[in-house]
């Protein structure tokens, strides 16, 4: 038997009402729902909708922007013809025991004014009206059929939905970030030394750093690509064996260009103190090892997936650290055989401490997540 009764005028909002039908349908069974479309061949049309009307649970009424001003071919407006069969059905349904009358809105339309409505139909203003819009239609629905669940309680439109049990907890995925940040740090410290070679082949800059502008550019280059190098294997590395982190391929490109970014802030810092007499060469590779520091530090803070303002901070203050603690081991390395191994060191102890810090740092800014609004019956 049709519990519930979708009145509708076709012009106005045929498919909002075929898509509730379809909805409500799903949710109960196609035999509780009706719309006129399914009258059967032969029936007499208006015994079968007044028999519908009288014994069904719940008549919605769907109006949308043209449902008041619906005119007919002479151009009255329909609603006031008594014989009008919308007018008809409500009109019938308002006048029942044991129906609940719910005006539906759709495409953004609003409950006809009292003033506009046919005597017969005025009840319609006194019944909360329902709003379905196309942007939270799922919502939408599911809220009225909540209603409609406790209005056809005990009807044969609740029939019993098996339940389903719960999928199977996926397994914890085993975190390896400490042994990827670590993993970066080992091999950029074994890199070095292949990675220093390689650079000054490639920059091919006169020893020792003098004032001349091609042996600053080419000490430049030298520390842009050593540093380069080391910071893209590091980040690749902790890219590869943490799922924390970014794509690998993402990672070793942030890696290669904030490695070469610190090599020239390392290399800036260093050759403008040594050659301008402003401190001695320890205190330049410290100085120059704290600038290339921020800037790795700051990459591998933020290299988390979806990083945030505190992953990047926090990284900061890792490579400000770890750089400032290679700084004051100079003294012994800071010769031509050991000057690789000190900047391999370096990178491997930002990396250790900034990574770990920024990748494992809580996410302690991150704003809430808004619920959805409710919608406004």
């Known amino acids: 038997m049709e519990r519930i009764f979708i009145s509708y005028r076709r012009e106005d909002s045929r498919g909002y009402a075929g898509r ?18 399914e009258i059967p061949p032969g029936a007499d049309f208006a015994e079968h909708i007044r028999g519908l009307v009288d014994t069904c649970n719940a008549l919605l009424v769907i109006i949308g922007p043209s449902w008041l001003e619906a005119r ?3 151009g009255r407006r329909r609603l006031d013809n008594p014989e009008d069969w919308v007018r008809i059905e409500i009109e019938r349904a308002l006048a029942r025991q044991g129906v609940e009358v719910i005006p539906v809105l ?39 059929g909540k209603h409609l669940d406790t209005l056809l309680r005990g009807t044969s439109a609740i029939h019993e939905r098996p339940v389903a049990s719960p999928p199977a907890p996926a397994p914890a995925r085993r975190d390896r970030t400490t042994a990827a940040v670590v993993a970066g740090g080992v091999l950029a ?52 064996l943490s799922h924390r982190s970014r794509d690998p391929v993402v990672s070793c490109l942030i890696g290669l260009g904030a490695g070469a970014t610190a090599g020239v ?20 590779t410290a100085v120059g090892m704290i600038a290339a520091g921020a800037l790795l530090g700051w990459a591998f803070g933020g290299e988390r997936r979806g990083s945030r303002v505190e992953a990047a901070s926090a990284g900061l203050a890792g490579g400000l ?12 390395l800071d010769n ?30 991150t704003p809430a997540r808004t619920a959805p609004q409710a919608m406004n019956h």
């Open 20 to 37: 509730l039908q379809g909805d409500l349908s799903r949710r109960y069974t196609s035999e509780a729902v009706f719309r006129d479309v």
């Open 265 to 284: 802030a390392y290399a800036a810092a260093y050759a403008g103190l040594k050659l301008h007499g402003s401190g001695s060469p320890g205190s330049s």
């Open 189 to 240: 410290l074994f890199s070095a030394f292949p990675a220093n070679t390689f650079a000054e082949r490639t920059a091919d800059r006169p020893t020792p750093l003098t004032s001349d502008t091609a042996a600053v550019l080419g000490f430049v280059l030298e520390k842009a690509i050593l540093f380069g190098i080391l910071g893209a294997i590091a980040a690749l590395a902790v890219g590869v």
């Open 321 to 332: 650290l770890a750089a400032g603690v290679v700084g004051l081991a100079h003294a012994s």
């Open 72 to 74: 007919d071919r002479e």
């Open 336 to 365: 031509e055989s050991g000057h690789p191994l000190l900047t391999g060191l370096c990178i491997a102890i930002i990396v250790c401490a900034a990574g770990l810090v920024g990748l494992r740092t809580p996410q302690l800014l």
């Open 106 to 144: 759709v495409d953004g339309a609003k409950l006809p004014p009292r003033e506009e409505l046919p005597e017969p139909l005025l009840g319609l203003r006194r019944r909360n009206a329902f709003e379905l819009s196309d942007s939270r239609w799922d919502y939408d629905v599911e809220q009225l």
